[in-house]
């Protein structure tokens, strides 16, 4: 159990990790299109951490990062990744807690999911707005993930860095 | 040594003014030189030469590391110069796109009367998502642009239209984008239909023509501008040209595949028309 300064300093940690990744994502990932797509991380800085938090830690901090994404991004609804991101954190510490130990197999795990997720809910929304594309939203999740897939192993690498700084004596 | 001049001095007197009797007579019977000089300068001349040759190195050295360091300064004021003319040559380069950019523009608004109110853009973003398609804009509502405003590049192809406006920043939603739905026109036919995006399509960098009349006989490249029915929109711009005609997923109504006039992924400067006049 931490003390309330080092839990503190654990999300501050988090949310900085978060924010360095959400610069690269602006500053570099977004101005390289391969096979049609760009890499697309923050449905990852969402699962991520996930995979080493608690269920309720794991929503709160997907939801912020939905937020942010939602005045950030242009998307189909005003709050279209406050909406999902939470479930992405729930799914990614389930999938840590009862499938896989938090690490890079998880993160990988976490991540189909959280592309997953993240493409369904488009799809839902393009077909409740009488323009499903379910094979071409399928192809983009595939090119997406793929796309991303690599960022895994840096991003496991910081998180899993917090996550052990903060929790040297557990 | 008082003693030695004392006993010797008349001899040493002796000797030398015989020695300079001698070197006088030589002197006088030699043509070129005194033997005895000859003699000292041929003994003296390799060392002469040596020395001459050792300050000759010393000087070459000398020169070197001057020249060196002159060369260095130089290389780094042309480096400099080179610098600052690259610098000018991007500037200009910019600039003249910049030009071109407010030539098309004049052409158009020449053209164009009904366009009146203008506001030039540079894109500082493409798009952000795979599930968009948007340009961020370096104008916003301080520069006058609204929400909803159209957004043509110096050609006057329509780009797309303001989805969300900040004080120095606006997001355009491309043609292509699933959000967008335009009155289109076949330019060729008359006929009208509505420009809408879709996601299938989107890939490719396409759009449809939805809602054709049945009996319309549409062209490959068949010109599509905008129909300005309802005022939303300036009439006549153009949104680009079809490519193929397909028949739905329920085969009762085809549509239209558009390609549009602009290559999004390459502008870099567009004009948000503020407001336009309704010709009737």
Redesign the interface.
């Known amino acids: 159990m931490l003390a309330r300064n080092e839990t503190l300093f654990k999300w501050l940690l988090y949310t900085l990790g978060a924010l360095l990744w959400v610069l690269v994502q602006?500053a570099l990932l977004?101005?390289v299109?391969l096979w049609?797509?760009?890499p697309?991380c923050y449905p990852l800085i969402a699962a991520i951490p996930a995979t080493y938090e608690g269920p309720s830690a794991a929503m709160v901090f997907a939801l912020c990062v939905g937020v942010f994404c939602d005045l950030?991004?242009?998307?189909?609804l005003p709050c279209f990744y406050t909406l999902i991101f939470p479930a992405v954190g729930l799914c990614a510490c389930l999938i840590a807690r009862n499938l896989l130990p938090a690490g890079f197999l998880c993160s990988l795990a976490a991540s189909a999911a959280a592309f997953f997720l993240t493409?369904l809910f488009?799809c839902l929304l393009?077909w409740g707005?009488g323009?499903a594309?379910w094979?071409?939203?399928a192809?983009?999740l595939c090119?997406?993930f793929l796309l991303t897939a690599p960022l895994i192993i840096p991003m496991t690498l910081l998180f899993r860095g917090v996550y052990r700084r903060t929790h040297a004596d557990d | 040594m008082k003693d030695f001049f004392k006993h010797n001095g008349l001899w040493i007197l002796f000797a030398t003014a015989v020695v300079a009797v001698a070197l006088a007579v030589l002197s006088v019977f030699s043509a070129t030189s005194s033997p005895l000089v000859n003699a000292l300068h041929t003994v003296a001349a390799p060392f002469r030469s040596a020395y001459t040759a050792v300050t000759g190195w010393l000087e070459d050295k000398q020169n070197y590391y001057a020249d060196n360091k002159a060369l260095k300064e130089e290389l780094e004021d042309l480096q400099r110069q080179l610098a600052q003319m690259e610098q000018t040559v991007r500037q200009a380069e910019s600039a003249l796109e910049e030009n071109a950019f407010l030539r098309d523009l004049l052409d158009l608004r020449q053209q164009r009367r009904d366009l009146s109110d203008f506001e030039t853009a540079a894109v500082t973003?493409?798009?952000?998502?795979?599930?968009?398609s948007?340009l961020t804009l370096n104008k916003g509502t301080d520069h006058g642009v609204e929400v909803g405003d159209c957004v043509i590049d110096g050609n006057g192809n329509l780009v797309g239209l303001i989805?969300?406006a900040g004080s120095n920043w606006s997001?355009v939603?491309t043609v292509v984008d699933?959000?967008t739905s335009l009155g289109a026109k076949v330019f060729r036919t008359g006929d009208l239909g509505v420009a809408a995006g879709?996601?299938?399509l989107?890939?490719e960098n396409c759009l449809r023509l939805n809602y054709l009349p049945s009996d319309a006989q549409l062209l490959s490249g068949d010109l599509v501008v905008t129909s300005g029915l309802g005022g939303y929109l300036p009439p006549d711009l153009v949104i680009g040209s079809i490519r193929e005609i397909r028949t739905d997923a329920s085969g009762a109504a085809s549509y239209a595949v558009v390609e549009p006039a602009v290559d999004f992924?390459q502008l870099t400067e567009v004009c948000i028309i503020r407001s336009f006049e309704i010709v009737t």
Do not use: Y
Request: a negative charge; proline letters at 6%; charged letters at 20%.
């Open positions: 602006t977004q101005r299109t049609g797509v760009i697309f950030l991004l242009p998307a189909p493409d488009q393009l707005r323009k594309a094979g071409a939203g192809w983009v090119r997406e | 973003e493409h798009p952000v998502t795979n599930w968009t948007s989805q969300a997001t939603l699933t959000d879709d996601f299938s989107m890939g992924s």
